[in-house]
């Protein structure tokens, strides 16, 4: 068993990770989450816990990364984003704690393989083959329907969501790595805001542990959107992907090895 002061460390390091991957890519909660289970606080508690303290790690990403934006996409994203992280916030208030550990590595997945396939199946659906070039132009109407499930998803849980929001709007069309992150973190952080007012309203929050991870993850997302601009793209597309498979896999297990 660990100490209570490893703990404390262990929750400090995961929150510094989380806040840097959501930066540069996606699937943080992977390491903030469990973290805070390691705490001892059931999950539900957890999950609302470790949302409000990853909050402002995406926001200082934001900072880093609005210049990355597709401006004619911000208006539709950040109406999708409140509307889902208000509705997903509260289903996870309502549903049974054990519920959304069970579908959460399927969608996990899910998002991963349609993400790593995204480039084809848009090609394929747009018959881009002839124009590689050209990247098809994404309408605000056209995303604020898509995105909304996946914004009552970040509300719910959140661990992925970035990356399933990555995939859609690869899927349709938009190829652009630097883009696809800024569009990423946005969405979050707006989903995850609203998501924070209500956990706070409904006083599901465990500040003592919040405030900790807090710091943490807003010093790991000011550094991780520093280095995702001067990644590859095709370094944050294999480190979107690897991401997404660890943290279904991790989660597959879990639900497998409830003891673990």
Not at 46 to 69: C, E, F, M, Y
Not at 184 to 211: D, G, M, P, Q
């Given at each position: 068993m660990l100490s209570t002061h490893a703990h404390y460390i262990l929750l400090v390091v995961a929150s510094l990770a989380a806040g840097a991957i959501n930066a540069a890519a996606a699937g943080g909660s992977f390491l903030s989450f469990p973290a805070m289970l390691g705490m001892g606080i059931p999950p539900v508690q957890?999950?609302?816990?470790?949302?409000?303290?990853?909050?402002?790690?995406?926001?200082?990403?934001?900072?880093?990364?609005?210049?990355?934006?597709r401006r004619e996409l911000v208006f539709a994203a950040i109406v999708a984003s409140i509307v889902g992280g208000v509705g997903g916030a509260l289903l996870l208030l309502r549903l049974p704690q054990r519920f959304f550990l069970y579908v959460l590595p399927w969608m996990i997945l899910s998002a991963t393989l349609l993400f790593l396939f995204s480039a084809r199946i848009s090609r394929w659906l747009n018959k881009e083959t002839q124009h590689p070039h050209i990247e098809k132009r994404v309408r605000p109407l056209t995303i604020f329907p898509l995105l909304l499930p996946i914004c009552l998803y970040i509300g719910y849980f959140g661990a992925?969501?970035?990356?399933?929001?990555?995939?859609?709007?690869?899927?349709?069309?938009?190829?652009?790595?630097?883009?696809?992150?800024?569009?990423?973190?946005?969405?979050?952080?707006?989903?995850?805001?609203?998501?924070?007012?209500?956990?706070?309203?409904?006083?599901?929050?465990?500040?003592?542990?919040?405030?900790?991870?807090?710091?943490?993850?807003?010093?790991?997302?000011?550094?991780?959107?520093?280095?995702?601009?001067?990644?590859?793209?095709?370094?944050?597309?294999?480190?979107?992907?690897?991401?997404?498979?660890?943290?279904?896999?991790?989660?597959?297990?879990?639900?497998?090895?409830?003891?673990?």
């Open positions: 957890a999950n609302a816990t470790n949302t409000v303290a990853i909050w402002p790690g995406q926001l200082t990403s934001i900072l880093k990364l609005r210049n990355d934006l992925g969501g970035g990356l399933m929001v990555m995939a859609l709007l690869a899927l349709l069309g938009m190829d652009d790595m630097h883009q696809l992150n800024g569009m990423k973190v946005l969405v979050a952080c707006i989903s995850n805001l609203s998501a924070v007012i209500t956990f706070i309203a409904e006083r599901a929050v465990v500040w003592h542990y919040c405030f900790i991870a807090m710091v943490a993850a807003a010093l790991g997302g000011y550094i991780g959107a520093h280095y995702a601009r001067k990644l590859p793209q095709s370094t944050m597309r294999t480190l979107v992907i690897a991401v997404g498979f660890a943290v279904s896999g991790y989660f597959f297990y879990r639900n497998l090895h409830p003891a673990h």
